[in-house]
């Protein structure tokens, strides 16, 4: 039936994260209300782009059906939505996007993108995990330093601190449902975590820490 075609348009992918982010924030529908509500930190929009870079190499999707645009504008709107029903069940007025959030997006994700035998196998859910945790893996080095594995036993690592405050503190847990002043101090107790902030990101805004330190 191509002789019914009048014009056949052949498009790419976006290059980078930032194109893409542009298309993803042009296209998503968002009022104004949730604009006032919902901030979302420029890691959080780096963060869902990448998502969409990590499916298109992905073992489990399948190539030929390819991962469009429309993965990242439909999870974009799921992520705000996920934030902002947070926001009202937990009483607050304004929300910034946690890490936590990217969960809401996995029906977005799944409802995306073909799964090859393999990733059948897995299970579509699981793949949409390991495509975030992939996603935040590969971010995570553009703004601290690898996480290596030590080979002498004294070696020193820049996340020691980290690691002793959570060995310390092995009973820590970050919920879903705490408002916004719970969930800023069950973070701020993390002090490490700050520390690690003011030395590799010095010049990140206040309103983008907290996901930073979740991150």
Known sequence: LKDRIGSQILTHYPENIQIARTITEQE??????NEEQVYVPSLAKD??????????????????????AR????????????????ALMAGDEKTTVRLGDFMGMIPAITGKVELVYEGEQEGAATVAHTLIGDAIQTLFITYFPEIKKL??????????EVVTWFFDQSDFQLLDDLNEEEYKKMLDSVTPLQNLINTHQPDLPQSDQYFMKEF
Do not use: C, H, W
């Open 47 to 68: 963060l869902l782009e990448q998502i969409s870079f990590e499916a298109r190499e992905s073992e489990y999707i399948d190539v030929k059906s390819g991962v469009s």
């Open 71 to 86: 993965m990242s504008i439909t999870a974009f709107e799921n992520l705000l939505s996920t934030a902002e029903r947070r």
């Open 151 to 160: 080979e002498k036993q004294n070696e020193k690592s820049p996340y020691d």
């Open 28 to 33: 998503a529908k968002r009022d104004e209300r």
